[in-house]
């Protein structure tokens, strides 16, 4: 059995059949979906909830901090980058977006390793002594709900953009299956102090 697409929960693996073999993988889209596997085994003394396992033969895994291109040794945290044939060329029409998470890297010098560029994933992870990969969430402001990502930041802005908001902060709250954003608004001081109705932000 092969999933991905979003983290497994135990609940998940607990209704598998126990002859089944699970094999869980993790990518962005970025990279054809699929740049690292973990086999669960079904008995196991540390689940490891959080492991994203190790890289395919042809994705290869870096891990940066500070925009540094050399890579974290074991268990340091850094953010995720990605080289290998299976990394997208850029974003269609977003050529600033597509600069900043394609990035030409002197690590992939080879031609197996695609055009020697990494896509910087905003992943958070480090290593583990035998050589997965372990996932520590986002270093930016980004969110997965319902299986689309969302840029906190994005949503403030919008929110701040509409008549009567002075400032805005929103979070993703709740467990991992089901979250939800909520949203602290502010409003511009009035000569009527009347709140900036809900229904207009909503």
């Known amino acids: 059995l092969q999933v991905g697409g979003e983290a497994l929960s135990g609940g998940a693996l607990s209704n598998v059949p126990a002859v089944t073999e699970i094999y869980n993988y993790y990518g962005p889209t970025e990279t054809a979906i699929w740049a690292t596997r973990r086999h669960l085994p079904r008995v196991q003394e540390s689940p490891r909830e959080s492991s994203i396992g190790r890289p395919l033969q042809s994705i290869l895994c870096h891990i940066a901090a500070h925009d540094v291109a050399h890579s974290e040794p074991l268990g340091v945290w850094g953010e995720l ?23 030409a890297h002197p690590w992939l010098t080879s031609s197996c390793c695609g055009r020697g560029v990494a896509y ?18 986002r270093i930016d402001l980004q969110v997965k709900l319902r299986g689309q990502r ?12 509409q008549p009567g908001v002075l400032e805005a902060v929103v979070l993703a709250l709740g467990e991992r299956t089901n979250r939800h954003l909520v949203a602290w608004v502010q409003p511009h001081a009035s000569g009527n102090g009347m709140p900036v109705p809900p229904d207009e932000l909503r």
Not at 81 to 102: C, D, I, N, S
Not at 120 to 137: K, M, P, Q, S
Not at 150 to 161: D, I, K, Q, T
């Open 81 to 103: 980058w990605l080289g290998g044939v299976q990394v997208a060329r850029g974003y269609l029409r977003r050529p600033e977006l597509t600069a900043e998470r394609f990035v």
């Open 120 to 137: 910087r994933t905003g992943d958070r992870v480090r290593w583990y002594a035998d050589g997965e990969l372990e996932f520590g969430g």
């Open 150 to 161: 969302l840029e906190l930041g994005e949503v403030e802005h919008a929110l701040r953009a």
